[in-house]
């Protein structure tokens, strides 16, 4: 299969490199060169989701790699951004990177797809946030965005049906916030039911599943040592 993926710095690292070594073709688009170089044999493109146009980024990997099989949208930011110091250009900055980068690659990525043979032509999956219904305080425009891509995967699922799926997963705690203390980070793996942190190869294993499925479109799983049956503050 040939994949794309957007936000392979932590969780889109692992996933890419997992893909390559299993025989898959990866197209990277990324904003650090460090990214790049750490999923070796990855077909790299660098772009800054937040200001530049992604809507070509399909056409460039149908050139390089003659088609496209998936495509993976984990670039997302992850801030706190306090209601007393919002501005509108936080959320836009937020929108940009997850719903509308989301939007302009898949719309492109099914054309193309649509040139593959089978019913089922290609897979699409976002990446979103088990917390939707029980938002963080001091995220709003990362879950108002995060809310903009559930509602855009179920809407593209309809739109792409029937032949190429779009799915989510809704990840919980997974790798720590690089600007989160451990202490803090601590006390959020012993408020998960599951008490730890989320299985990179479990995750994998539910992309992989998302990447194959024929019977699945417009669905959002939760990925989250069972955050969703507690809550936040619970």
């Not at 959320?91 to 797809?113: D, H, Q, R, T």
Request: net charge neutral.
């Amino acid at each position: 299969m040939n994949i794309i993926i957007t936000g392979a710095k932590r969780v889109g690292t692992y996933i890419g490199k997992k893909l390559l070594e299993e025989g898959h073709k990866v197209a990277i688009v990324y904003n650090k060169t460090n990214v790049c170089e750490d999923i070796k044999g990855a077909f790299c493109i660098k772009r800054d989701l937040s200001k530049e146009d992604v809507s070509d980024i399909p056409n460039v990997v149908y050139e390089k790699l003659g088609s496209i099989d998936g495509f993976l949208h984990l670039a997302s930011p992850y801030y706190k951004t306090p209601i007393d110091n919002f501005d509108i250009k936080d959320y836009e900055y937020y929108n940009k990177i997850i719903v509308e980068s989301f939007l302009n690659i898949s719309i492109g990525a099914f054309k193309i797809m649509m040139k593959n043979e089978g019913k089922t032509k290609g897979h699409i999956i976002g990446f979103g946030d088990w917390a939707l219904d029980t938002p963080y305080k001091d995220y709003m425009p990362y879950f108002v965005a995060k809310g903009g891509l559930h509602s855009a995967v179920k809407v593209l699922a309809k739109e792409f049906a029937p032949h190429v799926l779009v799915n989510a997963l809704a990840l919980g705690p997974v790798l720590m916030p690089e600007d989160m203390d451990k202490t803090s980070w601590d006390n959020i793996i012993k408020n998960t039911p599951l008490q730890q942190e989320v299985n990179l190869e479990d995750i994998y294993n539910c992309v992989k599943i998302l990447l194959t499925t024929s019977s699945m479109t417009g669905t959002i799983i939760p990925v989250d040592g069972g955050r969703h049956i507690k809550g936040v503050s619970s």
